[in-house]
C-alpha cells in the first residue's frame, strides 16, 4: 500500500489549507485512515481519523472546531480541511491507513504510512 499526501503549503494565521491522501497498490475498501503531524523538535502527534465502516471520526482537542476529516471510501481518500490554521499548527503532515475496524487503531498505530506533506503558518 502507498499513501500519497499532498496540498501542504506556506499561509498565514487564520488562512484554510486542505490536505488530500490517496492509497494506490493493494488497497482494502474497509481500511480506515487518519492523519498525524509532527513539528520541528517534537514527537509525531494524532490529528484525525476516520472510519469507513462505522463512518465515525475522531479528532484531537487541538484541531477540534477548526479542522474536518472526510473521505471517499470507493477512492480509499481521505481530506483534512484545515480552517483557522495557527502557527502552532506548522508541521509536517502525514497520512495513515490500518486495516483493523476499530478505529482506535488507526488513530494510535497505523500499519501504513505515507510520506508527509508541510504545512507552514506564518504568523
Known amino acids: 500500500v502507498q499513501l500519497q499526501a499532498s496540498g501542504g503549503g506556506l499561509v498565514q494565521a487564520g488562512d484554510s489549507l486542505r490536505l488530500s491522501c490517496g492509497a494506490s497498490?493493494?488497497?482494502?475498501?474497509?481500511?480506515?485512515m487518519g492523519w498525524f503531524r509532527q513539528a520541528p523538535g517534537k514527537e509525531r502527534e494524532f490529528v484525525a481519523a476516520?472510519?469507513?465502516?462505522?463512518?465515525?471520526?475522531l479528532l484531537a482537542d487541538s484541531v477540534k472546531g477548526r479542522f474536518t476529516i472526510s473521505g471517499d471510501s470507493a477512492k480509499n481518500a481521505v481530506y483534512l480541511q484545515m480552517n483557522n490554521l495557527r502557527p502552532e499548527d506548522t508541521a509536517v503532515y502525514y497520512c495513515?491507513?490500518?486495516?483493523?475496524?476499530?478505529?482506535?487503531?488507526?488513530?494510535?498505530?497505523?500499519?501504513?504510512w505515507g510520506q508527509g506533506t508541510l504545512v507552514t503558518v506564518s504568523s
Open positions: 476516520i472510519s469507513w465502516s462505522g463512518g465515525g471520526t
Open positions: 495513515a491507513a490500518d486495516p483493523e475496524d476499530s478505529i482506535v487503531v488507526v488513530a494510535s498505530t497505523p500499519l501504513y
Open positions: 497498490g493493494r488497497t482494502f475498501s474497509r481500511s480506515n
